[in-house]
């Protein structure tokens, strides 16, 4: 088990977005900024009906007592900055705490389409709960922040690894060429009510990597997004479906 908050001389990572047209960014509750380095990610994100223009991000790198930071996510502590990445939410009517639970070791099976598509690529689906599959295909729980925030990953060069710890992971001490965290995090909303949000971030550490994973990112995105969207479902109707019998 890693330790759940940084150690206050750790370095902080926190990517601010700014519209580009913003001179600087704005920080608080820091001690010290150490540098700032501006990085266009060069990209248009749709929202709902309309378009946010191209954001440009800022790596702002933080040293100092981190108690007086505000708190990262653990996606964010881990793997700050990315190649590709993968976004879906849903809501559920249920508290934070409950979603949290009902997401741990969920069973996966409850989808043929899931286990049909684990098939197609290659996956392993003997044991179709969550932590048989992170066994199975040699991911690794990273950390555990209840009840918001859970953060599974791998690193690899011809094969997959176990991830050592923190430390180890930002330093890439066995020279990964391809680093992947993937998380479920939990929010409050409408009190009462979660926003239950999972990403997938991939960090390809080389140039070749980067060509050869974006070639296979580009074939399987589409199924891998069907497949954490019905993960969240599974998680949302096994959370909503323990209210029902409890009031039952």
């Known amino acids: 088990?890693?330790?759940?908050?940084?150690?206050?001389?750790?370095s902080c990572f926190f990517i601010v977005r700014l519209q580009q047209n913003q001179l600087k960014p704005t920080i608080t509750g820091v001690n010290e900024t150490r540098n700032i380095r501006p990085r266009d990610n060069g990209r248009e994100h749709k929202k709902g009906r309309g378009t946010i223009s191209a954001l440009?991000?800022?790596?702002?790198?933080?040293?100092?007592?981190?108690?007086?930071?505000?708190?990262?996510?653990?996606?964010?502590?881990?793997?700050p900055e990315y190649t590709f990445n993968e976004y879906h939410y849903t809501e559920v009517n249920r508290p934070v705490a409950d979603v949290y639970n009902s997401a741990k070791d969920?069973?996966?099976?409850?989808?043929?389409?899931?286990?049909?598509?684990?098939?197609?690529?290659?996956?392993?689906?003997?044991?179709m709960n969550l932590q048989g599959f992170i066994f199975d295909i040699g991911f690794t729980n990273i950390e555990k922040r209840f009840p918001t925030e859970n953060l599974i990953g791998f690193w690899a060069?011809?094969?997959?690894?176990?991830?050592?710890?923190?430390?180890?992971?930002?330093?890439?001490?066995?020279?990964a060429w391809i680093k992947v965290v993937w998380n479920f995090r939990f929010e409050e909303i409408n009190g009462g009510q979660t926003k239950l949000n999972t990403e997938t971030r991939i960090l390809c550490v080389t140039p070749l990597s980067k060509v050869t994973f974006g070639l296979y990112w580009l074939i399987i995105k589409p199924f891998s997004g069907v497949i954490r969207k019905r993960m969240l479902q599974i998680i949302k109707d096994d959370a909503e479906s323990a209210e029902s019998i409890m009031k039952n």
Do not use: C, H
């Open 56 to 79: 440009r991000e800022f790596r702002v790198v933080v040293m100092g007592n981190t108690s007086n930071m505000a708190k990262l996510t653990l996606i964010d502590k881990y793997l």
């Open 106 to 127: 969920f069973d996966m099976s409850q989808s043929k389409l899931i286990t049909v598509l684990f098939k197609i690529r290659g996956l392993p689906s003997k044991r």
């Open 157 to 175: 060069r011809t094969k997959i690894e176990p991830i050592s710890g923190y430390r180890d992971f930002i330093d890439n001490t066995i020279s």
């Open 1 to 10: 088990m890693f330790a759940s908050n940084l150690e206050k001389s750790e």
